[in-house]
């Protein structure tokens, strides 16, 4: 006999069908569209100024942090932008979400808010 296990990541409480933009990255406004989802238990996957990229998110709400994060590896002239939010993905330890609101953060202070589009 198997149980079903509730999802306690994020990924369980984040809206399974959402696109999450990018609003907000260390403080100021992105130069361009990034999107995080969460398709699947644990799962992350979006969109960076230049890469699609995927990974894994297993700590359970409050708390988030991703393994590692594979990407495409298209160049554009954003690679710069998207280093910096990649950095800010893996430094993110808590989740907050609501109905139209993410917000991932740190000891510092909010370091990434997303939109529910």
């Known amino acids: 006999m198997t149980t079903c296990q509730a999802d306690e990541t994020i990924s369980g409480y984040a809206y399974p069908d959402a ?28 969109r960076a100024p230049c890469n699609r990229y995927f990974g894994t998110q297993s700590k359970p709400l409050p708390w988030f942090k991703t393994g590692p994060i594979a990407s495409t590896k298209m160049a554009c002239p954003n690679l ?10 893996d430094t993110a330890t808590l989740a907050e979400v609501s109905a139209t609101t993410l917000i991932l953060s740190n000891e510092t202070g909010p370091i990434l808010t997303y939109k529910r589009q």
């Open 19 to 46: 696109i999450w933009m990018l609003n907000d990255l260390n403080g100021q406004s992105p130069k361009s569209e990034i999107t995080l989802t969460f398709p699947e238990k644990g799962k992350i996957a979006g």
């Open 80 to 89: 710069a932008e998207e280093s910096k939010y990649f950095t800010a993905l």
